[in-house]
T-cell receptor
């Protein structure tokens, strides 16, 4: 069975600080990887995804994530956060064939102080 | 497309009452998911459907919970009888097989008093 671990449950940063949120997964096959974001009071929406190709994936709002297969990791990064990035961030993994249903991590709550 | 539509957005009810949550997936999507989100347990998958057929309901917490999808454009999640511990935000999501991308609805915030 696949699983996702997000190490940081709560992160507090000041504006302009750099961000890295950890995500490790467990799955015995080829994977698709996702980061979703949930802004306060809103629904989850896709931030970025990795299916294949370049392991460095760029998403919306300046976010990027790097797939490191040897480490089973898909960490999310942003060089300079803004107050508007305050949100909950979820990492998710699914099999690229067969077990297509994604498994979500517990989420990381990010608070950015202005 | 209007996206995934859920109703009601907020529901406050008393313990023991029946609650019905509704979802309209994105047209053409063949997967529909029901999730529950709480502070304690995070995002939990309750059940999902493929082409209107329930595939996996192992996440449904108890027999008090039931879900149906009578057609490709409508699904319900029913709790009968409701209990205070059912208080949570319930999300519906839909997806198109092969894309692997979930589209979530705005959620229903349920409060059981």
């Amino acid at each position: 069975a696949q699983s996702v671990s997000q190490h940081n449950h709560h992160v507090i940063l000041s504006e302009a600080a750099s961000l890295e949120l950890g995500c490790n997964y467990s799955y015995g096959g080829t994977v698709n990887l996702f980061w979703y974001v949930q802004y306060p009071g809103q629904h989850l929406q896709l931030l970025l995804k990795y299916f294949s190709g370049d392991p460095l994936v760029k998403g919306i709002k300046g976010f990027e994530a790097e797939f490191i297969k040897s480490k089973f990791s898909f960490n999310l990064r942003k060089p300079s956060v803004q107050w508007s990035d305050t949100a909950e961030y979820f990492c998710a993994v699914s099999g690229s064939g067969g077990s297509y249903i994604p498994t979500f991590g517990r989420g990381t709550s990010l608070i950015v102080h202005p | 497309d209007a996206g995934v539509i859920q109703s009601p957005r907020h529901e406050v009810t008393e313990m023991g009452q029946e609650v019905t949550l509704r979802c309209k997936p994105i047209s053409g999507h063949d997967y529909l998911f029901w999730y529950r989100q709480t502070m304690m347990r995070g995002l939990e998958l309750l059940i999902y459907f493929n082409n209107n057929v329930p595939i996996d309901d192992s996440g449904m917490p108890e027999d008090r919970f039931s879900a149906k999808m009578p057609n490709a454009s409508f699904s319900t999640l029913k709790i009968q009888p409701s209990e205070p511990r059912d208080s949570a935000v319930y999300f519906c999501a839909s997806s198109l097989y092969g894309q692997g991308i979930m589209f979530f609805g705005p959620g229903t915030r349920l409060t059981v008093l």
